[in-house]
Every structure is written in C-alpha cells, then in structure tokens.
C-alpha cells in the first residue's frame, strides 16, 4: 500500500525566511499529490498540488517541487509569516470506489519566531 | 458560503461510553468522508459515502465502530465501549461529484473524543 512520511518532525524558523518541508512516499504510480496546513484546533487545508507530469509549481509564496526518481517531494513556503505557523502534511489521493482516499504523511510542525 | 461543520467540538467519554458524532457537510456535496487523527499524527482514512451509500469502510478498526448517512446529507459516526485508544479528532470531509483523482476535500474542524 501507499506509505507516506515526512523528513522533520519540527521546523523552527525566522519570520521572514524561507521554509522548506521534505516528504517522501512510497508508491511509484502515484500520480497527484497534495500539500495540506493545518492550524491548531482545525482541520487540514488544501494549499497546493501537482501532477506527476511536472517536477515544479508555484502559488502565492509557495512552491511544490517533485522528484519523482527518489519519490520525494518539497513544500517551500517563501517569507514565512506568523500566520504560517501550522502542521503540513503532504497526502496522496486513491480513487476507491469512485471517491478519493487520501493517505497522509506524519506532518511537519513549523513555528515562527518573531 | 458555509463550510462542513462538526458536533460536538469536544467530546470526553467514560470507557464503555457509547459516542456519535456528527458531521454537517457542503451543501450539494454528494461525497463525503471520515478519517482519525491521533494526537501528532496524520489523519488515516476510516469510511466513505457516496449520497447515501458507503462504498468503503475498510478503514474502521473495529466492529464498535459505525458510521451512517441516511438521507445522503447528515452523517453520524457512531462508537460503541468506547476504549482509551479511541481518543482522536475525528475529521469529516466532504467533497463534489465530480469523479477524478483531483476532487479537493474540504474538512470540518474535528471533534476531539477523550476518553477516560
């Protein structure tokens, strides 16, 4: 089955800086994945995806980079804010029964120091 | 416009205690999904209906575990003797009809059961 995990348990960092969080899945056909945040007391939310067929994406301050030779994949967020301070977790979505399961990783908690 | 909404927020059981909750999801979602998320951990996966159906529940781990959705709206997660490895959040999502590997789930702010 799918197995999804996550570098860094914790990421402490400047307000202002730029934060990367590392994932690794394990399923070589898995062909979209998610970036979620998740703030204290609420559930995940959706901040980014990609396809298999890109290696790079971008949104506003942050950028999904796929690596799919070593099966991992990067969420960069740019000028990290407080607001940013949340858990990310990167999911795999699997069609089942014509809905979409998806398979988290651990998380990745990131704190910004004023 | 309103997203999924969860009842209740906080819900603390005495082991043996019998619990449902409940999830409100998007108006004119016909999708709609649970999962747990134990304390520093990733939501997993428990069960998911399409309207009214519940075409898997393969991620339930264990017979005390039942989830229903009657009229295709309204969903309860029901757990009976409820057991301390029981304390999570238990997240409800929902999502549209339209089919594909793409379709964003949106998720309700939890409940979190405790039980003691």
């Known amino acids: 089955g799918e197995s999804v995990g996550l570098h860094l348990p914790t990421l402490s960092v400047q307000e202002g800086d730029n934060s990367i969080i590392n994932c690794a899945y394990s399923?070589?056909?898995?062909?979209?994945f998610i970036w979620y945040k998740q703030e204290s007391g609420k559930g995940p939310q959706f901040i980014i995806d990609i396809r298999s067929n890109m290696d790079k994406r971008q949104g506003q301050r942050v950028t999904v980079l796929l690596n799919k030779t070593v099966k991992h994949l990067s969420l960069q967020i740019a000028a990290t804010q407080p607001g940013d301070s949340a858990v990310y977790f990167c999911a795999v979505p699997r069609i089942v029964a014509a809905g979409n399961k998806l398979t988290f990783g651990g998380g990745t908690r990131v704190l910004v120091k004023p | 416009g309103a997203g999924v909404s969860q009842s209740p927020r906080y819900k603390v059981a005495k082991r043996g205690q019998d619990v449902a909750l409940r999830c409100d999801p998007i108006?004119?979602?016909?999708?709609l999904f649970w999962y747990q998320q134990a304390l520093g951990q990733g939501p997993e996966f428990l069960t998911y209906f399409q309207n009214e159906a519940q075409l898997d529940k393969s991620g339930l781990p264990s017979d005390r575990f039942f989830a229903e959705r009657p009229e295709g709206s309204v969903s309860t997660l029901k757990i009976q003797r409820t057991q301390q490895e029981d304390s999570a959040v238990y997240l409800c999502?929902?999502?549209?009809?339209?089919?594909?590997?793409?379709?964003?789930?949106?998720f309700g702010p939890g409940t979190r059961l405790t039980v003691l």
């Open positions: 108006s004119g979602h016909v999708s």
């Open positions: 399923n070589s056909a898995s062909d979209y």
């Open positions: 999502a929902s999502t549209t009809p339209v089919a594909g590997v793409d379709n964003e789930q949106f």
